[in-house]
């Protein structure tokens, strides 16, 4: 039998109503009496259920989830047809993996052993951060097709921390590295960058302590 959250909560209001009444005190005489001091509203209580004007049960300063708060989506263009029981269903959901997840799935069966774990841990983590994208172009990146850059670079005193690493193309990260003025305008005539992704490359080479790139426009 399915019973709506509204019914519930005034089932269970009652018993928490008479359980807490002794321990509590804050039930006197049938009316609420307001704690001698403020509750302290978690974060998590203001995100999920702080829209809700209810007086809430407070034990100890700390407001109870409150049951009529809970709330549910429909699950739209749901198909029961994908499920990881069957060869057809298997199939869907492998169709629905972004390239994310699989470039996600290809650095967990695939670290990196001459480095340390704070960097493989971070690497996967930033994989994810940027949807699989490249961080200059914003492109899709690819297997055959990328590479983790450290901001500063180890030997300027870099470290492996989250903060301090992106993905990129390869191209892109050649660029960044490029001393050559040859080798910087063949990367540069091959992904013709847009002016927000140049502006990213310059900046990535100062920090690798790499000298701006200049177009000399006519």
Known sequence: MIHDFRKINFIVSKSLFNRL???TKLV?????????KEPVYSKAYQKLYGKYKGNPTIVARIPI??????SFKIPLS???????YTPQGR??????L???TQLVCYLLNNKEYDKSVEYNDNRISLMAGQHGKCYV??????????????????????????????????????????????????????????K???EKVNSLRLLAEKLEIVVETA
């Open 21 to 23: 009444n002794r321990k």
């Open 91 to 96: 199939q869907l959901i492998h169709r629905k």
């Open 28 to 36: 006197v005489k049938g009316k609420i009496k307001k704690p001698e």
């Open 65 to 70: 989830f409150p049951i009529y708060g809970c």
């Open 98 to 100: 972004n390239s994310a």
């Open 196 to 198: 927000q992704a140049f």
């Open 137 to 194: 172009t914003g492109e899709q990146l690819s297997i055959e097709n990328m590479e983790c850059h450290h901001k500063k670079p180890k030997e300027l005193g870099g470290s492996d921390k989250y903060n301090n690493l992106v993905w990129l193309r390869a191209d892109v990260h050649k660029l960044i590295h490029a001393t050559q003025p040859d080798t910087i305008a063949k990367y540069l005539n091959e992904l013709k960058l847009g």
């Open 78 to 84: 749901f198909s029961q047809e994908t499920n990881k």
